[in-house]
């Protein structure tokens, strides 16, 4: 079985007065198949940071994800990106840190603020931005040269396809 990248949660309680910190697994698999995770009850007063723990090279490694359930939602996607990546025998992507390049929410940012100076209907400025805020929030921490017909698909956009009539379909409309 292959080895996924657990999401930890951890948090703070109280036991006869004295506080005492322990991890909480948030479930992001349920009967082997992924699920959106869901951000632990009472997230705001008993969590304190989140941590993700893998295994590599045969040893079971746990870092910090951060404090944000979005942003450690993201680092969970993207390590395991990268170990499917290594896994394959491909280069791993360049880390999101490199700020030369541009991501996806930058371009859908600057892509708005284009379409509000272009003097654009409130209707049409509308539809663009609910259509470009979908896109950002499916592709997650993907840079805009990464963008290629398998990530589309991967993301769920349809393929365009051609319309082909049938045979049949042609003969009934030369009147045969």
């Known amino acids: 079985m292959k080895s996924r990248v657990t999401l930890l949660a951890r948090?703070?309680?109280?036991?006869?007065?004295?506080?005492?910190f322990g991890f909480e697994r948030v479930e992001t698999y349920k009967k082997g198949?992924?699920?959106?995770?869901?951000?632990?009850?009472?997230?705001?007063?008993?969590?304190t940071s989140y941590y993700l723990r893998f295994t590599e090279g045969g040893k079971r490694i746990t870092k910090p994800a951060g404090s944000?359930?979005?942003?450690?939602?993201?680092?969970?996607?993207?390590?395991?990106?990268?170990?499917?990546?290594?896994?394959?025998?491909?280069?791993?992507?360049?880390?999101p840190d490199n700020d030369s390049r541009l991501t996806i929410a930058d371009a859908t940012a600057q892509f708005i603020r284009n379409q509000t100076a272009l003097d654009k209907s409130p209707a049409t400025l509308y539809g663009y931005k609910?259509?470009?805020?979908?896109?950002?929030?499916?592709?997650?921490?993907i840079y805009v040269d990464q963008i290629n017909k398998q990530v589309m698909l991967h993301l769920g956009f349809p393929q365009r396809k051609r319309y082909r009539e049938s045979?049949?379909?042609k003969g009934m409309a030369e009147g045969g």
């Open 130 to 141: 609910k259509a470009v805020e979908q896109f950002r929030d499916s592709c997650g921490m």
């Open 68 to 95: 944000n359930f979005s942003d450690a939602v993201v680092a969970r996607r993207n390590k395991e990106v990268e170990r499917e990546y290594t896994m394959r025998g491909l280069d791993v992507p360049n880390n």
């Open 33 to 47: 198949r992924p699920v959106v995770p869901k951000e632990p009850k009472d997230a705001e007063t008993r969590v």
């Open 167 to 169: 045979s049949a379909e």
């Open 11 to 20: 948090v703070k309680e109280i036991r006869e007065g004295k506080p005492i």
